[in-house]
């Protein structure tokens, strides 16, 4: 099953999705967190019209996530690239829910911030039941489903210091949708593309730390709730570690395909 959060002409709604292009409604429910929050939520049936779906109607599939939780260096040949050493545990940072776009919204990078541009093609879960203290074999249980991501990252001002989130959060810039997918399992491949031309080409079963095991290590920090997202790491190919390096421009489009599972297509927007 296929849900995502659609613009209506009265704000936006939970919908099922037939096919690619139509969708029925879930009557009363605002977004797909509205939805996970629901006991047996997998059960319930929509019950309202049933919709027409063009691209600008994809809001990101979870509008304000409680939590986005994503994670750096999870595929071996982008920590490689980047110069880093492989971690020992998941390394963690935060980006906030401004940050998010639909599946094919443009991304809006500011003047001052133009200079750096980066793009991420992720893999990301999507939070379907409380998670606290789960072990990595019960981990399955408490996913809802796989959605996709890109960590657009304004690269000059992450390296400005040893933390990171000051260059993952800007408003306006990450895709994210176009639904949530609850029976894709990974190991579809990830492949990134820059205006045609492809830049991350990698399997989304080869993580170093698999969902299971990020949902084991993060929920023995702090309970996951319905609607959270973990972004799962991005593969190498990155813009930054090009050389020569190979940041985003005006009027390029970042397309981000998960085989299996659907794509994202963002325009990059010069504001």
């Not at 040949?77 to 980006?95: N, Q, Y």
């Not at 990171?164 to 994210?176: D, I, R, V």
Request: glycine content about 10%; overall charge negative.
């Amino acid at each position: 099953m296929r849900i995502a959060t659609l613009r209506t002409t009265d704000g936006t709604c939970a919908a099922r999705m037939e096919s690619d292009t139509t969708a029925t409604l879930y009557d009363g429910l605002p977004d797909v967190t509205a939805l996970l929050t629901q006991p047996g939520w997998e059960h319930i049936g929509p019950t309202g019209p049933v919709v027409n779906v063009s691209r600008e109607d994809f809001a990101p599939v979870i509008p304000r996530p409680g939590k986005i939780i994503c994670v750096g260096l999870n595929y071996a040949k982008h920590i490689r690239e980047m110069g880093h050493d492989f971690p020992e545990v998941p390394t963690l940072f935060i980006k906030f829910p401004e940050a998010l776009i639909g599946a094919y919204d443009s991304s809006q990078v500011p003047a001052f911030a133009n200079t750096a541009a980066d793009f991420e093609g992720e893999l990301a879960v999507i939070i379907g039941s409380p998670a606290r203290n789960v072990a990595a074999a019960d981990a399955d249980d408490y996913i809802a489903g796989y959605s996709i991501i890109n960590d657009f990252t304004m690269r000059d001002f992450q390296n400005q210091t040893k933390q990171w989130h000051q260059g993952k959060s800007f408003e306006h810039t990450a895709g994210f949708g176009p639904w949530l997918d609850t029976t894709f399992e990974p190991g579809g491949q990830l492949t990134t593309t820059v205006s045609g031309d492809v830049m991350q080409q990698d399997s989304t079963g080869d993580l170093i730390f698999s969902p299971a095991q990020l949902i084991e290590f993060i929920s023995r920090i702090y309970t996951l709730q319905p609607g959270d997202v973990i972004a799962t790491g991005t593969p190498e190919g990155v813009g930054h570690a090009r050389d020569p390096k190979r940041y985003l421009r005006d009027g390029d489009v970042v397309r981000v395909e998960i085989e299996g599972l659907g794509e994202i297509e963002n325009p990059v927007d010069f504001c």
